[in-house]
């Protein structure tokens, strides 16, 4: 079976460039993560979705990010413009059911330089 | 602030050793997991714990949840060169949604 699909795997961009990240959950699972992780701060929640609704979004940085799931099969991380500081590995994962005692599954990530 | 503290931060140990890495909190949670992450790659779960003072063995892993559910455990028994990771624990508590990772333990296992 295919686990998380995240894509670009990695991507190199100039400071100010829009930046879109995307992600297919694993099919029948209903929520969906999205993690950055630095060695600095760990892995971070930025968002999560149930049934392709925005659930919390507190954890995303500044009004430079935004995520979208327009249906249960895909979802996209877009930052712009983006800055040095947003250089990261950026994780997509799914669940079956929320996120209590159940499994997540991880993407491969995508790794992002901003140069 | 960090919701869970692991401890080390990293570990560099050779093949056989036996070792202990911890994950504490001053909350309590529902739930906690420990998952692996090898380098490009992402966390994948080893094992969950629901109750307090729960044991699990996973072969040579053993985890144990504290009494309190606020802390656990993973020791690792004759460790392997592919042991080597990032061990990453990560808790739910009950007003949240999802689940909050701690930094993690690099460790690393020479032959």
């Known amino acids: 079976d295919a686990g998380v699909i995240q894509s670009p795997r990695h991507e190199v961009t100039e400071m100010g460039q829009e930046v879109t990240l995307r992600c297919k959950p694993i099919?029948?699972?209903?929520?969906l993560f999205w993690y950055r992780q630095t060695m600095m701060r760990g892995l971070e929640l930025l968002i999560y979705?149930?049934?392709?609704?925005?659930?919390?979004d507190s954890g995303m940085p500044e009004d430079r990010f935004s995520a979208k799931m327009p249906n249960a099969s895909f979802s996209t991380l877009k930052i712009q413009p983006s800055e040095p500081r947003d250089s990261a590995v950026y994780f997509c994962?799914?669940?079956?059911?929320?996120?209590?005692?159940?499994?997540?599954?991880f993407g491969e990530g995508s790794w992002l330089t901003v140069v | 602030t960090q919701l869970l503290e692991q401890s080390p931060q990293f570990l560099s140990i050779q093949e056989g050793e036996n070792l202990t890495v911890y994950c504490n909190s001053s909350?309590?949670?529902?739930?906690l997991q420990w998952y692996r992450q090898e380098p490009g790659e992402g966390p994948v779960l080893l094992v969950t714990v629901v109750t307090g003072g729960e044991v699990k063995k996973l072969k040579r892993l053993t985890f144990q949840f504290g009494d309190a559910r606020k802390d656990s455990s993973l020791h690792i028994t004759a460790a392997q060169p592919g042991d080597t990771g990032l061990y990453l624990c990560?808790?739910?508590?009950?007003?949240?949604?999802?689940?909050?990772f701690g930094k993690g333990t690099s460790l690393l296992v020479t032959p």
């Open positions: 990560a808790g739910k508590t009950n007003s949240g949604y999802a689940l909050n």
């Open positions: 099919s029948g699972h209903n929520s």
């Open positions: 994962a799914s669940s079956p059911q929320g996120a209590g005692g159940n499994t997540i599954y």
């Open positions: 979705f149930n049934n392709n609704v925005p659930i919390d």
């Open positions: 909350s309590v949670f529902s739930s």
